[in-house]
């Protein structure tokens, strides 16, 4: 089978499809014949050894240094299950199913085997295989960010971002949640996050961010431009504020404002669950959610993929078709 692999960090032509054997599931496993897979923020890190400051020591360390660990990136992945392991219950052959091998990677590739434990999920009927390859990634991060606020009805969140992977997720989720939406993002996309259930757009290219003239139960920063610091007198007392791209320093900073402070920051990641893309699907069976997708490529494209996942200005999801 094909595969794109990558042996040395750099730009995308470090990416090169190379033939490999294709994997036998063993008892628990199931093989997924991979119809397209997304290309992320956590692709562009480690293929190109961007990391946030002060933490390229422990990036190295997990993910490998001079030479990377990992060879085949992509973290998420939507196909058809083509064989069953002798133990599995949960998945049979021909079900459409997405999945998400979150930081093991490896969905760069014709096919892919995953436990039955996994992150696997069948795929909503609504919903073809290319959206399917956009499921998880913006969605699980805004979920688990959100969940740790406990977002009610009627309470105001402002998400900074808001055209990225992250930032489309979050609004649907928001809007979903009963929550009054502001979105920040350039004018081209304004109309894109209103669609979405944004109440209203701030244009950061014409407007001054820091004199917005409200307040909020909830920020979301998913850019990293925008940090408690300079954000927190929009931030209600006991508000939540949600450092989705930080570095160390404002990871350390908000360790002080969280213990001095009523208005609370939420830094890390999260651990995705089998529950959590259960719930997702649910969503999306019932028009609450759905990945956006700006553009497509095919498996041959792939390094034109991660150019336009290099220019910083990618809207929503980028999608890689494997099998069409």
């Known amino acids: ?193 209103k669609s979405l259930g944004a109440h209203q757009v701030f244009d950061y290219e014409s407007q001054k961010i820091e004199e917005i003239d409200d307040v909020f139960d909830i920020i979301m920063d998913n850019v990293g431009n925008f940090p408690f610091k300079n954000s927190q007198h929009f931030l209600k007392k006991n508000g939540y504020f949600l450092a989705v791209l930080t570095n160390l320093p404002q990871m350390l900073y908000s360790i002080y404002t969280n213990l001095t402070n009523s208005k609370k920051t939420i830094t890390g990641s999260f651990a995705p669950k089998v529950e959590d893309l259960k719930f997702l699907a649910d969503l999306a069976q019932n028009g609450h959610y759905r990945p956006v997708i700006s553009q497509t490529y095919n498996f041959q494209e792939m390094i034109q993929a991660h150019h336009y996942l290099d220019s910083g200005h990618k809207i929503g999801n980028a999608v890689v078709k494997v099998f069409e």
């Open 1 to 193: 089978m094909r595969a794109y692999i990558f042996e040395e960090y750099g730009p995308p032509e470090v990416l090169r499809i190379k033939e490999i054997e294709k994997p036998i599931p063993k008892a628990d496993e199931v093989l997924i014949k991979n119809f397209a897979t997304s290309v992320c923020a956590a692709d562009w890190r480690v293929r190109s050894l961007t990391v946030p400051k002060g933490f390229t020591p422990m990036f190295k360390a997990q993910f490998g240094y001079p030479k990377p660990k990992v060879q085949i990136l992509g973290t998420e992945l939507s196909g058809i299950v083509e064989e069953v392991g002798e133990n599995v219950t949960k998945f049979k052959i021909g079900d459409r199913v997405f999945a998400c091998s979150d930081m093991k990677f490896g969905c760069y590739a014709e096919y892919k085997t995953f436990n039955q434990d996994d992150l696997i999920c069948i795929l909503p009927d609504n919903l073809g295989f290319v959206e399917g390859g956009a499921m998880c990634f913006g969605a699980i991060t805004a979920l688990g960010y959100l969940r740790k606020t406990k977002i009610k009805e009627g309470q105001k969140i402002l998400i900074n971002g808001a055209s990225g992977a992250v930032g489309t997720a979050a609004i649907q989720l928001a809007k979903y949640y009963g929550a009054h939406i502001s979105a920040i993002c350039s004018e081209k996309n304004a109309n894109l996050v």
